[in-house]
């Protein structure tokens, strides 16, 4: 091992008696046959340098040993030395690199990643990591002791997933769960590529305050690294959170809505009905423990306080970080001010102190990112006051430090600082006075920016357009006179050196890259004085309108996860170039050609209250010259987003009447059978299906050309629905079966779900209710994990139907009760009605009959007067309710005339009355 590489073991007790156990003494003289923990770790040559409550420190000059400590340590920690054998108590991890030591202490990132691994461990399991691994030599290891590789994981640092080993030995426990990574907890935590450094003591003050505030918002100037700080929260403390840790970026959205909708679909929430994301996360959540991260706050402070304060009277373990430059402004928030890295003192910056430059966190987080440029960089007394100095220039500020740092590749620490004092003082010069954390920060990027080379300089400027890119996809848009496709890709290169692109490694695939929210204001802002920023952006969205387009003829036969993966990335790079081209300068014809590509990736995803935005953008942009084509699909998107997924909902069948006209026109019979399927849905009724009969021609002669994929099998389960309103049970069976079979093929779990709820109908129709009930058991059970509430409603409606009519109160209560709950959360009209009806069946059967009859009352109203017709299941429910009120009018148990009055009572109840009566039958 080179001289300044040392190995960390790192012990983790559950028990804090651990220590005190004779074998576990620390430098107790617990007796030959009972060595202490210090003497285990001094027989290896290492030593102890601290301890904690539940942790403690070891230090060695090589692996070797310190592989051998941890064997002897995990073997008495198994044996009991004090009698008790199997506690297992013990967590290990061993992590080697290069020592950094501040005032006489272990600190850095070495020993950081040996505490993930201990933390990652499970008890009675010795982690190491494969930096360590590597360094012990086969020979070093005693006879049946064997490092064995046993996965790659994401440590609570926020790396990117590497491999991890474990120690082996007959003596030692062997089956373990899996280590207890980032990836044990759901979480939308990005892969960073460097560590956080020097925020220890702001990480402590942060959770302190989460542990008595629900909202906590980190505030201070750009580049100060509040997102940071906001992630390695989340990482450290994902583990207290079991429903998951939560970043929403705000850059690219525009609202309540639309904040709530894409936690919705981080969430997997599908929403549907009539309710907004907005009014039902609180519900959705209410009862979860979470952490939620929102990024950039100051973009839309009013729209965050409105979800936030919802949240926080609703969601008492859910905990909020909101990340911004000013306070939301709300009386619930607790504010913590984000200063720079600590600098150390300004006395110690003419001594040449090591000691104290170490011990300043912004010293340590230039060393460390100079040593990105420069691996054998390192702080001694030459250069100690001089780095002090320019962390003191850079107030040190996180996003100034990293890009200072790389200038260390080529000039010295004395050049360095001189060249950023004289960059300073000609900025306060122009400033007029002193200059300000901004100001600083916006003098550094004009300095970095005058010292790149003039390709670098236009890649950097054109680079700003993009959210996050693949530097492949970069050259062919950006790559244009005076910048040549082929040096694209060694400028990303060396911005990413400069620290003014940030690479973001990806589990599959190229790494993106992105900047920082201060420089890409200033890539912007050079950008707008590109000449070719019009052409490049007309690039931009023709490369988005080639890669969407494949999307959109490769979505049919994609399995349904594979194809999001791929198309969901540049979900941001979409929103950039829709913001452009529905712009003052942009290409509307662009935006109209991306919105008309992009209907399922918008649909997949849940974001309706953003597509929708879009939607009125391009719909006010249709005119003579839009293909028709384009207009036919914006016009079919329209009636899909706007009006409801039940049979005989006819808002918005303009809509899909002209998109039918516009595809006939073209010839394109696929998609006229998706218009007229749209419109059949629009027209017909379980009552009457005579009025899609011209749709369901159409329909059917485009199958026999349409391959096997996700639309087809969307398009069987609209004609297998429409059979069954025809009473063609078989044909309907029939055409489900295919439809459920293409469905599953490719993981369509939507559609799955609807052929699974057509199926149960069809059952129940035939008379089979037994059987009709175990498929709605089955589709509610794959809208729960699915997190398709809209479909949920339906089936737990159909399901408590169904065993209702089988005579199964019990189940049928369960099943209503959740029912009516869900569907009036999420305002489904159509299912609520139907639970109101099921619920005075309910109460007939418990001898209520005024609360049954007006709540017959009220549900015959809304059939009538929407004119809609009773499906199977409401049908026979309905006949068991008139059957019962009959019944109990002839024993004389409620008389016609009070009957009668109770109905006309329940016709003029709202909803709400009629909910809470039915809730009353059920609690009951």
Excluded at 199 to 228: P, Y
Excluded at 662 to 677: H, L, P, Q
Excluded at 780 to 801: E, H, M
Excluded at 835 to 844: D, E, F, G, N, P
């Amino acid at each position: 091992m080179p001289e300044d590489v040392i190995c960390f073991l790192i012990a983790d007790f559950d028990d804090p008696a651990w220590l005190g156990q004779p074998s576990s003494a620390i430098g107790a003289d617990a007796g030959a046959d009972q060595p202490s923990v210090a003497g285990m770790v001094a027989a290896e040559g290492g030593r102890i340098f601290r301890t904690t409550a539940t942790r403690l420190y070891c230090v060695f000059r090589t692996v070797a040993p310190a592989v051998a400590t941890a064997f002897r340590m995990m073997r008495a920690e198994v044996e009991g030395a004090s009698g008790i054998r199997e506690r297992r108590a013990l967590r290990l991890g061993l992590h080697a690199g290069t020592a950094e030591v501040t005032q006489g202490v272990f600190v850095g990132a070495t020993l950081n990643r040996a505490e993930r691994l201990a933390s990652a461990a499970r008890p009675g399991q010795v982690l190491i990591s494969a930096a360590a691994a590597r360094m012990v030599p086969p020979r070093a290891l005693s006879a049946d002791m064997v490092i064995e590789p046993i996965g790659e994981f994401r440590l609570k640092d926020l790396l990117p997933p590497d491999l991890v080993y474990q120690l082996r030995h007959p003596e030692l426990p062997g089956a373990f769960s899996a280590p207890q990574s980032l990836d044990a907890t759901p979480n939308n935590l990005p892969l960073l590529s460097t560590y956080c450094i020097g925020r220890n003591e702001e990480l402590g003050q942060l959770s302190a305050l989460l542990e008595r505030h629900q909202l906590v918002v980190i505030t201070g100037e750009g580049g100060v690294g509040k997102t940071r700080l906001a992630l390695q929260c989340g990482a450290e403390r994902l583990g207290q959170f079991p429903d998951g840790v939560w970043l929403v970026e705000l850059e690219g959205l525009h609202n309540t809505g639309e904040i709530a909708e894409t936690l919705c679909g981080l969430l997997g929430y599908k929403i549907g009905g009539d309710r907004t994301a907005a009014e039902m996360l609180p519900t959705l959540i209410r009862r979860k423990r979470m952490m939620i991260i929102l990024d950039q706050c100051e973009r839309l402070p009013a729209p965050v306080a409105v979800i936030a304060s919802a949240l926080l009277r609703q969601c008492p373990e859910v905990r909020i970080i909101a990340t911004s430059r000013h306070s939301l402004g709300m009386t619930e928030e607790m504010l913590m001010l984000l200063a720079g890295h600590g600098l150390p003192p300004a006395g110690s910056l003419n001594t040449g102190d090591v000691a104290q430059a170490q011990a300043s966190a912004a010293v340590r987080l230039l060393v460390a990112r100079a040593r990105l440029a420069v691996p054998d960089f390192r702080l001694d007394p030459d250069n100690a006051a001089t780095l002090g100095a320019i962390c003191h220039e850079l107030k040190g500020v996180a996003l100034a430090i990293e890009l200072v740092a790389p200038h260390l590749r080529r000039l010295t620490p004395r050049e360095v600082l001189r060249a950023l004092k004289t960059r300073l003082h000609e900025a306060a010069i122009d400033h007029g006075g002193p200059l300000d954390t901004p100001a600083v920060l916006r003098a550094l990027l004009a300095w970095m920016h005058k010292s790149l080379s003039d390709d670098e300089a236009v890649t950097f400027g054109r680079f700003g357009v993009f959210g996050c890119m693949t530097a492949e996809a970069a050259g062919d848009i950006i790559g244009m006179s005076p910048l040549r496709i082929a040096a694209v890709a060694d400028t990303v290169n060396r911005l990413v050196e400069c620290a003014l692109l940030t690479r973001f490694p990806v589990r599959r695939g190229n790494p993106r890259y992105r900047m920082m929210t201060p420089v890409r204001d200033l890539a912007l802002e050079n950008f707008a004085r590109d000449e070719a920023r019009p052409h490049i952006m007309e690039r931009f969205c023709d490369w988005l309108i080639r890669f969407f387009g494949e999307a959109d003829r490769s979505w049919s036969t994609t399995p349904a996860d594979i194809w999001l993966a791929r198309y969901r990335p540049e979900l941001d790079n979409l929103r950039a170039a829709l913001g452009w081209a529905f712009g003052p300068d942009g290409n509307s014809a662009s935006g109209l050609m991306l919105m008309s590509l992009t209907s399922e990736l918008w649909r997949d995803i849940g974001l309706t209250v953003e597509q929708r935005h879009w939607l009125r953008e391009a719909e006010a942009r249709i005119g003579p010259a839009t293909p028709e084509r384009v207009a036919a699909r914006i016009g079919l998107d329209i009636a899909f987003v706007y009006s409801g997924g039940a049979f005989g909902d006819r808002r918005k069948v303009e809509a899909a009447l002209d998109a039918l006209a516009r595809y006939r026109a073209i010839g394109d019979r696929e998609s006229v059978a998706v218009a007229a399927a749209r419109v059949a849905v629009c027209v017909a009724s379980p009552e009457d299906a005579t009025a899609a009969q011209p749709y369901v021609d159409l329909m059917m002669a485009a199958l026999p050309g349409m391959k096997r994929g996700r639309r087809r099998g969307w398009l069987l389960n609209i004609l297998a629905a429409l059979a069954h309103f025809e009473g063609d049970a078989a044909r309907a069976i029939v055409l489900l079966d295919e439809a459920v079979s293409i469905s599953r093929e490719f993981r369509d779990d939507v559609n799955i779900q609807i052929g699974g709820l057509n199926l149960g109908e069809i059952l129940f129709a035939q008379g089979d209710p037994a059987r009709a009930a175990i498929e709605a058991e089955r589709v509610a059970a794959s809208c729960r994990a699915t997190g398709n509430l809209l479909d949920l409603s339906f089936a737990l409606n159909n399901l408590a139907g169904y065993v209702m009519v089988l005579g199964d109160r019990v189940r049928g209560q369960a099943a209503l009760t959740e029912a009516l709950a869900l569907a009036a959360e999420i305002n489904v009209e159509l299912v609520l009605v139907a639970c109101l009806q099921s619920a005075a069946l309910m109460a007939a059967w418990q001898g209520e009959f005024e609360t049954a009859s007006r709540l017959a009352g009220h549900t015959d109203h809304y059939y009538q007067s929407h004119a809609i017709a009773r499906e199977a299941t409401e049908a026979a429910i309905h006949v068991a309710l008139t059957g019962c009120l009959d019944a109990a009018i002839i024993a004389g148990a409620i008389s016609l005339e009070h009957c009668e009055a109770c109905r006309r009572e329940g016709k003029a109840w709202d909803t709400a009355s009629a909910v809470a009566a039915a809730s009353r039958v059920l609690d009951s």
